[in-house]
């Protein structure tokens, strides 16, 4: 089990070699269809957006900390955004002036997670999870429960065109995800998120200001968390009050199976993007393959059980972040 762990752990080799077997199993599974142009191009476009939310997810986990609070402030943020942006409500249209005042908002959220993790010093399994809620009742309030359409089609090629062949969700994913990559090797608060991650008590103790740098972290996550719901309510055409439901658990196991460790510092995006690309072709080749819902659902259970058990550094359970 030791052995299995730190080659998990060790870049992302381990990933690959999981991506490449999904990859062969459900080809042969399906007679080559899952490995054809056109299945191949559905899966990145299925993974663009989910691949958002792991990259927001993975910098929280990265400095030892939990976000459960993903779907609340996605679902907010759609409901906000859908009432600045042209519908048959209101005048109101704000265009592109939408996506930064939606951005805003997402990070004023993380901000407050980030505010109730280090100055209340509450544990930000607990204050993410009321924020969930929270931020869950106000869209529902807002939104009155009901989708509102979106009338203005400048927002439509984002999340349905493509550029070579690859849908324009996934490239600002990847650019996303380079951006952040750089963050995290090239500058300052990229290797203190690895200290704080790695050992907080010693990452003080060197004279990181710790509460800072989680909540520019918790901060930059909201943001994240913030473009996603744009581009989800792109892709429906409609904002919705519950659009977040359901994203937490297929990103919290694309970070695991990404090779990022839950008790914090090892991982970065390059492991958020294969483990999003891992799970996604895994959830798609078993639709392919006319598999019940709920053995989907066990197997992702067993895959989410099995990576945290093999990237999870056990030295350090003793403490909730």
């Known amino acids: 089990m030791r052995r299995l762990a730190a080659f998990a752990s060790r870049g992302v080799m381990g990933q690959v070699l999981a991506l490449a077997f999904v990859l062969l199993l459900f080809g042969l599974g399906t007679r080559g269809f899952f490995l054809s142009p056109k299945n191949l191009s559905t899966i990145l476009s299925l993974a663009g957006i989910p691949l958002i939310i792991c990259l927001a997810i993975h910098q929280v986990v990265l ?9 609340g402030i996605i679902s907010l943020c759609a409901v906000v955004a859908g009432f600045l942006i042209r519908n048959p409500f209101n005048a109101l249209d704000l265009g592109f002036w939408t996506v930064p005042l939606v951005l805003a908002l997402g990070a004023a959220a993380g901000s407050l997670n980030g505010l109730l993790n280090t100055k209340v010093r509450m544990p930000s399994f607990i204050s993410t999870l009321g924020m969930w809620w929270v931020a869950q009742g106000v869209a529902v309030i807002l939104g009155r429960g009901n989708a509102v359409k979106m009338l203005d089609p400048r927002f439509q090629p984002f999340t349905n065109g493509e550029v070579a062949g ?66 989800l309510i792109s892709r429906l055409a409609s904002s919705n009050p519950r659009a ?68 999870l550094n056990r030295k350090k359970l003793g403490i909730i972040k």
């Open 63 to 71: 400095i030892g900390a939990m976000d459960l609070s993903t779907e």
């Open 166 to 231: 690859i849908p324009i969700t996934m490239l600002l994913a990847l650019g996303l995800g380079a951006l952040l990559l750089v963050l995290q090797r090239s500058t300052r608060l990229g290797k203190f998120m690895y200290a704080i991650g790695g050992d907080e008590a010693l990452a003080r103790q060197a004279g990181i200001r710790v509460d800072r740098v989680k909540v520019l972290v918790f901060t930059l996550t909201g943001a994240i968390y913030g473009l996603a719901a744009i581009l």
């Open 244 to 311: 977040g439901n359901g994203l937490l658990f297929p990103a919290m196991t694309a970070v695991a199976v990404g090779g990022v460790s839950l008790s914090g510092g090892i991982g970065g995006a390059v492991n958020a993007v294969f483990g999003t690309l891992i799970v996604t072709a895994l959830n798609n080749g078993m639709v392919l393959m006319k598999i019940s819902p709920y053995v989907q659902n066990a197997v992702n259970g067993i895959v989410l059980i099995a990576a945290v058990a093999l990237t």
